[in-house]
């Protein structure tokens, strides 16, 4: 078994082919979503915090809310519709009577996930841009960190799918796990302000942190030692990840 | 469609003591199999005998326990992506995009197979004409007729040209009439070079389409032959069925047709004989005068089966 970047492309064209038919009403929602986290926490809970280090908290909020953004762009694909293409619609027992081998259904379905994230990622950044809350030039930084968060979130979120036995469990996934993460991943408050060493450590695990962290360095143009940290775990755990659901996918699409 | 000379005479499926196990169950037992080139070769028998299976081995998505497969020629497991580029392979569930119309469908499906523009949409042109889907090509599929989306779904596994099509119970719940046609368009792609491998449990469909076919019952092949020889080797050629009591069939058959040649399911009692004429006279004879309903009919290849497993092939399904 083995991969192929020009099969693995022949997967993602098919999900880009059912997105061009849907895309002028599926991208509209990109935009709104951002314009009212803005408004409803940045300007309405914001009025009542005077500053923080610094900033505004409308300005505090922005990167980390970019992450999410691209968080949930990516988490959508794997989750609901990887498992409709998986069981339902049976999408990969075609794709396997061609020459295409599950390894390619695995990246051109990762890259895929980052497409939507980087999509759903770069439209909040727009949003952002226009607003006055993204400084230039430093911020297009995170440019680059939407496709890694879109990178990390498809591997956790495709070892998830590939693993549980019927499509209830995804609840879990979003109330359980990625609500969580997007409240305590740095996005509201600095962690660093409000917790005891110990669960700093223990925060240190939730993904959506690292990339949160990366974006604010961007946004604020200040880089410390950590920012190597927390790219190496973004990087690290896709990897990691990313290797399990290469088994996964294997054995649920051959046997 | 070009015939392809190559594999003339040669043999384009061939698995020799194929097995395989899914845990305790096996599914497939020690089966041989020859498809010889340009053909159309026929996996018989009832749901859950090991066609399938024997099928996703053939292409290389279900790996064989022990035994080899060999397709064109090359081991199927070490060479997977260039076996895999000269089939097609129509699976018994239809898979298609259902947002999409026929003609996006098969473009989609073509660069699964590498193909590129212009070819892509010739070819997507040809086979909708192929399979008269032309009123209904810039439909989405979900508006679509089963019928339709079975010839479509046909379509989508010719894209690449194959020079094996494998279609897993093509005509299973379709309408007589959208039968006929897919049977007529299967014999012209035979004709034209095409080596097909089709499974069904429609013993019509298998004696109006197959050179050859394999009789396969709990993962193991019974028998295999041309459709016409399996009859008259294994039973006769004409059938004559009638109710009757096992007594009676004793006093009016023993000595007269051998056991080997009477199958009864229930009151009906079925006769394989090389003349029917003979054996309609002596029940008379025994009835005096009282005629009871006699049917005589050729033989075919359903009673093969039900005089090899003693199962009904449509009743198990």
Known sequence: ?255 | MIPNETFAGSTIVSARSVSKRFGERVAVDNLDLEVPAQSCFGLLGPNGAGKTTTLRMIYGVTRATSGTIRVFGMDINQHLRSVRSRLGVTLQQNVLIEALSPKENLRVFGRYHLLREPELSRRAIELIDFLDLRSHADLPVRQLSGGFQRRLAIALSLMNRPELLILDEPTTGLDPAVRLVLWSRIRELRTAGTTVLITTHYMDEAQRLCDRVAIISAGRVIDAGAPADLIVNRLAPETVEFDCTPQEEAALLDGFVRSGRRLRVGQRLMLYVDDATQLIERVRRYDHGDRRPIIVRPTNLEDVFLSLTGTSLEGNS
């Open chain 1, 1 to 255: 078994m083995s991969f192929s970047a020009p099969y693995a492309l022949a997967v993602w064209r098919r999900n880009a082919a059912m997105y061009r038919r849907t895309w002028k009403w599926n991208i509209l929602p990109n935009f709104f979503e951002p314009v009212f986290y803005l408004f409803s926490i940045g300007i309405g809970v914001g009025a009542y915090v005077s500053e923080m280090g610094g900033t505004s908290y409308i300005e505090f909020l922005a990167p980390g809310l970019v992450c999410v953004a691209a968080m949930n762009g990516a988490s959508f694909e794997v989750t609901y519709n990887i498992y409709v293409r998986l069981i339902f619609e049976k999408a990969y027992d075609a794709m396997m009577t061609t020459p295409i081998e599950p390894d390619d259904v695995l990246a051109g379905e990762v890259l895929w996930a980052i497409t939507r994230s980087s999509i759903y990622g770069g439209c909040f950044f727009v949003v952002l841009a226009l607003f006055g809350l993204a400084p230039l030039p430093s911020s297009l930084w995170v440019l680059l960190l939407i496709p890694m968060t879109g990178l990390l979130f498809a591997t956790i979120g495709l070892v998830f799918s590939l693993r549980i036995p019927n499509i209830d469990l995804f609840s879990f996934y979003f109330t359980l796990f990625l609500t969580p993460l997007f409240l305590f991943s740095d996005v509201f408050f600095p962690l660093g302000e409000r917790l005891t060493q110990p669960w700093l450590w223990v925060a240190e695990a939730l993904p959506l942190l690292h990339p949160v962290r990366l974006a604010r360095a961007s946004f604020s143009g200040e880089f410390s030692p950590v920012v190597l940290w927390d790219f190496l775990y973004t990087l690290g755990a896709s990897g990691l990840l990313l290797l399990l659901a290469r088994r996964s996918i294997r054995q649920r699409l051959t046997n």
